[in-house]
């Protein structure tokens, strides 16, 4: 099971978990962008303007893992536009998965080098396979678990861990032989574990729609929604 993630809370701007590390001409065209990243992402021509500006900063600025994760985070939102328009985006997303997984080889120990891996990992699991999605879903876990280790106080990591934990919970008999075929073994998860999750990105962030959804959708399997 992997989670399919179409919202991602705000743009959660924090220097300190990688972004913090790079010369400070850097931190500072980081900064600029990240102040007007939510402006931006609300609209095509927006979206355009701002992978116009990364994509020549990726270029200047070869193997840049600050520079690479927002351009992934910009191609994700611009692919969220396609989508509504019905164009095809999958060309898109597995590029962006691409810079992703070469953010997170020069990136260790920035967050959200390994987040913004995750949630490609998780939104490009709809054009795979049973199989690919299982192994897709391991690498998906692995990667938010260590950005809330480098960061243990994003929102956006701890509601994909709640999500991640809650279809886990939910896995179907035929996904489980398979996994089990695959791996050995069968991922385990609860509701109650999903539920800690989303209720530790509430406590961070109370007015996350989605997120609260996902609180009454725990407490519904739990048979507590009274």
């Given at each position: 099971?992997v989670v399919s993630?179409q919202?991602?809370?705000?743009?959660?701007i924090n220097a300190?978990?990688?972004?913090?590390r790079c010369?400070?001409?850097?931190l500072?065209?980081?900064?600029?962008?990240?102040e007007?990243?939510?402006v931006?992402?609300?609209?095509?021509q927006g979206?355009?303007q701002s992978?116009d500006q990364?994509?020549?900063l990726?270029?200047s600025?070869?193997?840049t893992?600050q520079?690479?994760?927002r351009?992934?985070?910009?191609?994700f939102?611009?692919?969220?536009?396609?989508?509504r328009?019905?164009l095809?985006?999958?060309?898109q997303l597995?590029?962006?998965?691409d810079i992703?997984r070469?953010a997170v080889?020069?990136g260790e120990?920035?967050?959200?080098?390994?987040?913004?891996?995750?949630i490609?990992?998780?939104?490009?699991?709809?054009?795979d396979d049973?199989?690919?999605?299982l192994?897709?879903g391991?690498?998906f876990?692995?990667?938010?678990?260590?950005?809330?280790?480098?960061d243990?106080?994003?929102?956006?990591?701890?509601?994909l861990?709640?999500?991640y934990?809650?279809?886990?919970a939910g896995?179907k008999?035929w996904?489980?032989?398979i996994?089990?075929k695959l791996?050995?073994s069968?991922?385990?998860?609860t509701?109650?574990?999903a539920?800690?999750?989303f209720?530790a990105?509430?406590e961070l962030?109370?007015?996350?729609?989605e997120?609260?959804?996902f609180?009454v959708?725990?407490?519904v399997?739990?048979?507590r929604e009274k």
């Amino acid at each position: 099971a992997v989670v399919s993630t179409q919202s991602t809370g705000s743009s959660g701007i924090n220097a300190e978990y990688g972004d913090s590390r790079c010369e400070r001409d850097l931190l500072e065209i980081c900064r600029s962008i990240d102040e007007r990243h939510d402006v931006l992402k609300v609209t095509e021509q927006g979206c355009e303007q701002s992978l116009d500006q990364l994509r020549q900063l990726n270029s200047s600025r070869p193997n840049t893992p600050q520079i690479m994760w927002r351009l992934v985070r910009m191609m994700f939102e611009e692919a969220k536009h396609n989508a509504r328009a019905g164009l095809d985006s999958k060309t898109q997303l597995v590029e962006a998965l691409d810079i992703a997984r070469s953010a997170v080889d020069m990136g260790e120990q920035n967050s959200k080098c390994h987040l913004w891996y995750a949630i490609l990992l998780g939104d490009t699991c709809k054009y795979d396979d049973t199989k690919a999605k299982l192994t897709k879903g391991m690498e998906f876990d692995k990667h938010v678990r260590i950005s809330l280790q480098l960061d243990p106080h994003n929102s956006t990591a701890l509601h994909l861990l709640g999500r991640y934990c809650y279809e886990v919970a939910g896995i179907k008999w035929w996904e489980a032989k398979i996994a089990a075929k695959l791996f050995g073994s069968v991922p385990q998860s609860t509701y109650d574990e999903a539920l800690k999750h989303f209720l530790a990105a509430d406590e961070l962030n109370s007015e996350w729609v989605e997120n609260t959804l996902f609180i009454v959708k725990c407490l519904v399997a739990l048979g507590r929604e009274k």
